[in-house]
């Protein structure tokens, strides 16, 4: 579910509770959550309604000046059900905390190893986790378009990948390129450690 931050700051100021859409199946569910540009999303009651259901109290709830308004915006899709969902506040990206979070123990280790190992071994390019982390300790502030070479994958490609390596904590995107979390130096630090360990063994 898209929201513009013109959204999320109504969303963030209270001014907005609900969200109305026309998909053919949900992108989000009850009780579930959504990441944001302003931080993560409670997501309530994901509910099918129809159009007559719809009153002008559920539209300005939405951000819209009457429900005419809400409605002409819904059928500028014809296919699908509208989508009721409720929208339970902003809190705190998880994803700052964790990437905060650099005191990792075996278990973490561990965890992470399979993680990255998993997405090594889902891609079509073979594995690339460790070569886009390195590449970003060591070219920090990069743009895209060139951080890309030094992985040797394509620009469209490597953007979706550094976004699973953010969701783990490992990166952070700046206003021009990216850097590696303290996490995800720790992380690195503790791989040539254990990689050490097992050229030894």
Request: net charge positive.
């Amino acid at each position: 579910m898209l929201l513009d931050r013109d959204a999320l700051a109504a969303i963030a100021r209270g001014d907005v509770s609900l969200a109305f859409r026309r998909w053919r199946r949900p992108t989000v569910r009850t009780g579930g959550t959504l990441l944001t540009a302003k931080g993560q999303l409670q997501i309530g009651a994901v509910d099918v309604v129809s159009a007559d259901a719809i009153t002008d109290a559920d539209a300005k709830r939405a951000g819209y000046d009457s429900r005419d308004e809400l409605l002409a915006e819904l059928n500028r899709r014809s296919e699908g059900d509208i989508y009721r969902i409720e929208l339970l506040g902003l809190g705190p990206d998880p994803r700052i905390a964790l990437r905060e979070s650099a005191a990792l123990d075996e278990k973490q280790i561990a965890e992470l190893r399979r993680r990255l190992d998993r997405l090594d071994a889902a891609s079509p390019d073979g594995p690339w986790t460790l070569k886009t982390l390195q590449a970003i300790r060591d070219h920090p502030a990069l743009r895209a378009g060139d951080l890309c070479r030094h992985v040797g994958q394509e620009r469209l490609r490597f953007k979706p990948n550094v976004r699973k390596l953010k969701t783990l904590g490992l990166t952070i995107s700046l206003e021009v390129g990216y850097r590696l979390s303290p996490r995800g130096e720790a992380w690195l630090r503790a791989r040539n450690a254990t990689s050490g360990q097992d050229h030894k063994s």
